[in-house]
């Protein structure tokens, strides 16, 4: 499996952006995606947005225009670049590695908090 280090998160205005990094170590050649999911409070956690090791990506209706997750395959890290930051976007980040072959596996980041102030 791998490890996930994510980093970047904060406290902006609305309208603000951020951009989220999560950095993977271990057995990263059996990653198949990568993704950022997110989880605010009294709800279930969420996918952002996701991209496969050939760069496919998708993303949530609600960041759709807003955020960009993009990778760095000589760094194995992944980014979410977040613009025009909304209220609603206030969660807990994860970021999640979907791996192997025959036996499959998830790994997940400790998250990082994303607060947007009206």
């Known amino acids: 499996q791998v490890q996930l280090v994510e980093s970047g998160g904060g406290l902006v205005q609305a309208g603000g952006s951020l951009r989220l990094s999560c950095a993977a170590s271990g057995r990263v050649f059996s990653i198949n995606a990568m993704g950022w999911y997110r989880q605010a409070p009294g709800k279930q956690r969420e996918l952002v947005a996701d991209?496969?090791?050939?760069?496919?990506?998708r993303y949530a209706d609600s960041v759709k225009g807003r955020f960009t997750i993009s990778a760095n395959n000589a760094k194995n890290t992944v980014y979410l670049q977040m613009n025009s930051l909304k209220s609603e976007d206030t969660a807990v980040y994860y970021c999640?590695?979907?791996?192997?072959?025959?036996?499959?596996?998830?790994?997940w980041g400790q998250g990082t908090q994303v607060t947007v102030s009206s």
């Open positions: 999640k590695a979907e791996g192997g072959a025959v036996v499959r596996y998830d790994s």
């Open positions: 991209i496969s090791s050939g760069g496919s990506t």
